[in-house]
Each structure stands twice: as C-alpha cells, then as structure tokens.
C-alpha cells in the first residue's frame, strides 16, 4: 500500500460519460473514486461484543447541533448492529493505520489488532486516530443499498496527525503544496 496519493487525471485519454446503471456500475464506482475520502473505523457493540467497521462514507451535518452521518452497506452481514446502535462511534485513522482499516473491512471481531477501552456508553473506543467522534443514533434514512445514520456527537476529541486518505482505490496520505 503506497503511503502518498497517487495522481489521478481526470482528463485522461479513458474518460467516459454514461448514465448509471446496473450494467455499469463499475465505471460508476471508479468515478467516485476519483473523490478522495478520509478513512473511518465506526465502532459499536452488542451487549459485551465489540464491532468495528471501516467506513468511508462519513461527512459533517451541521456543527450546532452537532450532527456526523455515516452509510453503512444494507448488505453486510454488520448491517444490523451498526444501523440499529444507538450509541457508536466514529475514528478518523491515521495514515499509519491502512492496516487496521483493512483489517476491520475484513472482520468486525478482532479487536485483537489495536489498543482500545470501553466509553461510558458501552462503546468500543481506538486509540491511536487522529479524531474521535462518540454518537448518540438520531435517525436512520433509506439510502438506495446503504442507510444514512445520523448520529448527535455527544464528545469529539482531535488528537492530531495525518489522516488516512482513500483515493482511486489505494490508501494514502494527503501531500499538500509547499
């Protein structure tokens, strides 16, 4: 996995116009892709289980009050318990932790990878990302084969650091201009 984001033209001699559909969802899905994304791990738990998730469909709402969504695939078998939580929360990785988000992409359980603590709210917490975000579920929307999950940020805390990017389908690091 490369550690700086590599160049994407977005004039190259393979662009293409089309109009979504089921037949080309692939070309749909890479031009997304040309939109870089910071890296998420949503955490949650049921009952004493730890479940993590990576995630990185995650954006501000409103700052007062302050309100994050996030989208998780009605498809996974964590559906469920992420969309349902009531309490979970949101870590920005740092760009040091591809591994970690791999890792959790793969596997919900294993928290065997990372240090963390329970919250107050019998929530799974990381340490070591750049940010934090404890959420307290608002409301929950259709979103085609995702859900939208509003959540009220009860706590945040900015550790500071680099944070993961996800861009053309590889991890990175934001290289800004000197």
């Given at each position: 996995?490369?550690?700086?984001?590599?160049?994407?033209?977005?004039?190259?001699?393979?662009?293409?116009?089309f109009v979504?559909?089921?037949?080309?969802?692939r070309?749909?899905?890479?031009?997304?892709?040309?939109?870089?994304t910071?890296?998420?791990?949503?955490?949650?738990?049921?009952?004493?289980?730890?479940?993590?998730?990576?995630?990185n469909?995650?954006?501000?709402?409103?700052?007062?009050?302050?309100?994050?969504?996030w989208?998780?695939?009605?498809?996974?078998?964590?559906?469920i318990?992420?969309?349902?939580?009531n309490?979970?929360?949101?870590?920005?990785?740092?760009?040091?932790?591809?591994?970690?988000?791999?890792?959790?992409?793969?596997?919900?359980r294993?928290?065997?990878?990372?240090?963390?603590?329970?919250?107050?709210?019998g929530?799974?917490?990381?340490?070591?990302?750049?940010?934090?975000?404890?959420?307290?579920?608002v409301?929950?929307?259709?979103?085609?084969?995702?859900?939208?999950?509003?959540?009220?940020?009860?706590?945040?805390?900015?550790?500071?650091?680099?944070?993961?990017?996800?861009?053309?389908?590889?991890?990175?690091?934001?290289?800004?201009?000197?």
């Open positions: 996995m490369s550690t700086n984001m590599h160049h994407i033209n977005a004039h190259s001699s393979s662009s293409i116009e979504p559909n089921a037949d080309n969802s070309d749909l899905r890479n031009a997304l892709g040309c939109f870089g910071g890296v998420t791990i949503v955490t949650a738990a049921d009952g004493d289980t730890p479940y993590g998730i990576t995630v469909s995650f954006a501000s709402v409103s700052l007062n009050p302050a309100l994050v969504l989208s998780p695939a009605k498809a996974s078998e964590r559906f318990t992420f969309e349902s939580a309490h979970y929360a949101i870590h920005v990785l740092d760009h040091a932790q591809s591994e970690l988000a791999s890792q959790f992409a793969r596997s919900s294993d928290f065997d990878h990372c240090e963390w603590s329970w919250s107050d709210n929530v799974p917490l990381i340490d070591g990302t750049v940010a934090r975000f404890e959420c307290e579920r409301s929950s929307h259709d979103g085609g084969d995702h859900a939208i999950v509003v959540g009220r940020v009860t706590r945040a805390a900015n550790f500071g650091g680099d944070p993961l990017m996800f861009v053309g389908g590889q991890f990175g690091r934001f290289v800004g201009a000197h």
